[in-house]
């Protein structure tokens, strides 16, 4: 656990580790508890090298009640009697938790109180991405109409960030200050990784989409339930809820870091949102009739904005009218003229059959 928790594991040891908390939540709660205390003293800046496994072992027995030979069995000195198996193993994970939670309010305690901190925020505006190298290294890239605060200290206690709208994170690790995003009400942490955060005020939730590596993931109103989520898997939080998807095409929710719009059977309510940030122009959708209306396209970065209006309003039987950055989308019946009644250069769809559903 300590070495899993101090990034010194190998894939054995972490497979291993996975094996051995299988579906059991005490089990998974324990390693969590073990990976706060030693985050929290390497964040005083004590060194992984001088954990030893066997000293804290021999520490939690002794408060646990665990005496002689016994101790080396894993068994209790006193009698269980009328307990069963499953009992006796609540109750030592249970104490086991109270010595974890004892020790994490130590490192509490002795960690300085660190008052009014202050930030640098890297913002985008609408049509506009950013791409910023940290002081560690790690390098990320922010969509447009995003915002990310950096605090002036970071790296010297912690590499917490804090993202609102999309970011695209690769990140350099470091087992005695992970890298943390807090995004909405996520909180994403690094495991050694490459993934992309997307928390714009409209969408409801947070998704996280690993395009590398791994991470861990919980709700920031509800602590100590992380959940890893592994590279080709995204990850939605909704409340206090994480939902991860496996097997899912990580490549198309990236594409916007070089320059592309993707987008596979999305909703053209939650598409013009897109559109709008990406152009910077201002999309209303007339026809309430529409909005539901899924389009699959895939647009390069040699697309112009009227062309990539005409494919999206084409296949679901719909026409605009633009006026400057103001555009309205509406189904056909009314002699509109703008750039989707003439001719226009044919764009790249993902799928002919699938352009609308």
Known sequence: MERVA????????????????????????????????????????????????AASLAQARARLGFTGEAAGRGSRQRSHTGQSARQRAHTFVTGVLAVAAVVVIALVVRTPTVSNPTWRAF?????????????DGTRFSLGPESRLRVPD????????????GEGYFLVVHNARLPFAVRAGNAVVTDVGTVFDVRAYAGDGGVRIAVAEG??????????????????????????????????ADIAAVTAWTQGRLVFNATPLRDMVQDLGRAFDVDITVADSTLLTRRITAAFGVEESLDDVLTAVTLPIDARLDRHGRRIVIERRGLDIKGPGSGAAQPVHLASGADAAE
């Open 6 to 53: 101090a990034g010194q594991a190998s894939a054995t040891d972490r497979a291993t580790l996975e094996r051995w908390i299988g579906n059991d939540p005490a089990r998974r709660e324990l390693v969590r508890s073990v990976a706060r205390v030693v985050q929290g003293t390497l964040a005083l800046g004590q060194s992984a090298a001088k954990f030893d496994a």
């Open 123 to 135: 913002v985008t505006s609408r049509g506009q991405r950013e791409t910023v190298t940290l002081p």
């Open 153 to 164: 200290d970071f790296g010297v206690r912690t590499r917490g960030v804090d993202l609102e």
């Open 214 to 247: 791994s991470v861990d993931v919980r709700a920031a109103t509800k602590a100590g339930h992380d959940r890893p989520v592994l590279a080709g898997e995204i990850a939605t939080v909704i409340d206090t809820a994480v939902a991860v998807l496996r097997g």
